[in-house]
């Protein structure tokens, strides 16, 4: 697909987006406005591409309105939520409707006879956790980017984060979805059934699309009852491979499974708590691992933490700090959320890369990475849902390396590290999706075969490839 095969948003189109969402919720002239919706959260500048137009539809009649037109006048349209992806999925790379659906933002019911909570796409996921926390209610889901990521945006991408490890990724707790399907259908799948075999499983089709078969306009999500308590445990080590021995150590020897199991490299760690001012013996430091159980007994989650910290000792940890408060547990988690941040900052050629690997494989992935940073000569921080075996290897810009240099060996430098996973039995994404940062990494880890069921899928549900084009699945060989 190129650009030339599309038509371009003509005064007309305007008018007819004016028509179906109101002129206030249509722009296309600022170029504010649109430099905002060229990007998300991917930091090069030549992975974003503004839209012609940005419109913002209230309901489910609207994007289908909308992706209707854009059927008839061969418009490509690209779904949007928070803006927070990491692999360019919001990306309108071929121009054409960005639509947003941040004016969706209801919270429509918490049905606590049945544990769903139904909501539209654009509500943030921390306001709905808190919602639900007043109900003695939670959605396991936990982005770490979910003070600001939209709940659409966590089904599209299927998020995983800091619980997966114990409760799985979203798409578990997806039960139904109301979508607007690539054609402009209005369709509804699942619901508040917890079983349902009749037909094909279309919700966890949708689940994880990246917005390219369908548009969500109302999600049906599952309730668990809140844990009432939880702790975390901090444990320093002198160097990497003490640290990941403890991983799987802490669910074999200690018989439990954690909520979150947080791995933070020497850079990753001391440069987050440093920023955040936090007196750790960085001297000695090699790596660092944030674990965190959760229950309903008090003395149960205490006991388990101290089993973790206990444990950690024994795989040779140097330091251990186990919550006493909820505040301590916030401050643990908001440097490991300060990470991504934190390397932002210190180089903005870098790229949060999102490889996972089966969990026995930590220890040797995490030393490839370290033989292809040396190689490569330039730095890759690592941190991650180590729990789950998904690592945000991050390789930045040496900053004796002229761009041009950068620019050669990042491709080269990213396949290798692509191989060595899927050599392991791991893949190029765990999280973060593939978009248009990964499409051409993807005969990497799918065959022609695999690839082209993905193909006969987008085009039986897209025929005219109009909804998201150019994203996952790289062009025909
Ligand atoms: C600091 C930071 C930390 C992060 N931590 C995590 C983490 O722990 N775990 C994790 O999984 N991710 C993480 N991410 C990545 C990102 O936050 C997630 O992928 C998140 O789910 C994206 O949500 P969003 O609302 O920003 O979606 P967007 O970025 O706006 O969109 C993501 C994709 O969803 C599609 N889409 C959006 N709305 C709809 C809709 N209504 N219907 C259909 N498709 C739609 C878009 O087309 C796009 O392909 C992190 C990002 C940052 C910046």
Not at 80 to 98: E, Q, T, W
Not at 255 to 263: D, F, R, V
Request: net charge negative; hydrophobic share 40%.
């Amino acid at each position: 697909m190129a650009n030339s095969d599309y038509a371009t948003v003509t005064e007309a189109i305007l008018s007819q987006l004016q028509d179906i969402c109101g002129s206030e919720n249509v722009a296309s002239e600022d170029p504010n406005v649109l430099r905002k919706y060229s990007h998300d959260q991917v930091p090069d500048d030549k992975q974003a591409r503004p839209p012609e137009v940005v419109v913002k539809p209230k309901s489910a009649e609207e994007v289908a309105a909308i992706v209707q037109l854009a059927n008839r006048e061969n418009i490509p349209v690209t779904p949007r939520a928070a803006g927070s992806g990491l692999s360019g999925g919001a990306v309108p790379i071929f121009g054409g409707i960005l639509l947003s659906v941040e004016r969706m933002d209801r919270i429509l019911e918490i049905d606590t006879a049945n544990l769903i909570a139904v909501v539209e796409p654009g509500v943030i996921t921390n306001r709905l956790d808190a919602e639900l926390a007043e109900h003695g209610l939670f959605f396991a889901g936990y982005p770490m980017s979910e003070e600001f990521c939209f709940i659409g945006g966590n089904v599209a991408e299927n998020a995983g984060g800091g619980r997966a490890i114990k409760y799985g990724v979203t798409g578990r707790y997806i039960h139904g979805l109301e979508v607007v399907t690539p054609t402009g259908d209005i369709v509804h799948l699942g619901g508040k059934r917890v079983k349902d075999v009749t037909g094909y499983d279309l919700v966890h089709l949708m689940v994880g699309s990246e917005g390219t078969l369908g548009i969500f306009t109302k999600i049906f999500v599952k309730l668990l009852p809140r844990p009432t308590h939880r702790t975390a445990t901090l444990a320093l080590f002198a160097d990497v491979e003490s640290a990941i021995s403890a991983v799987p150590a802490v669910m074999t020897s200690g018989k439990l499974i954690p909520t979150a199991i947080e791995y933070m490299d020497r850079f990753s760690f001391s440069s987050a708590a440093k920023d955040l001012k936090k007196d750790y013996p960085y001297e000695s430091l090699g790596a660092a691992l944030l674990f965190e159980v959760d229950g309903n007994n008090a003395d149960v989650v205490n006991t388990e933490a101290e089993i973790i910290s206990r444990i950690c000792k024994k795989k040779g940890a140097i330091a251990r700090y186990v919550a006493e408060q909820e505040k301590e547990i916030e401050e643990f988690w908001k440097i490991r959320k300060q990470i991504p941040w934190i390397i932002k900052r210190h180089s903005p050629q870098q790229t949060i890369e999102d490889i996972v690997v089966p969990i026995a494989e930590i220890p040797a992935i995490v030393a490839v990475i370290h033989e292809i940073a040396e190689k490569y000569d330039t730095m890759i921080p690592v941190f991650g849902h180590a729990g789950d075996g998904n690592l945000h290897a991050t390789p930045m810009k040496n900053p004796e390396h002229s761009l041009a240099h950068w620019e050669t060996m990042l491709p080269e430098l990213k396949r290798e590290l692509y191989l060595a996973t899927a050599h392991m039995g791991g893949t190029i994404s765990g999280e973060h999706g593939i978009g248009h940062k990964r499409k051409d990494y993807m005969r990497l880890v799918m065959s022609e075969a695999e690839l082209d069921l993905l193909r006969k899928i987008k085009s039986a549900l897209d025929p005219g490839n109009i909804l998201n084009p150019g994203k996952i699945i790289p062009d025909s060989a």
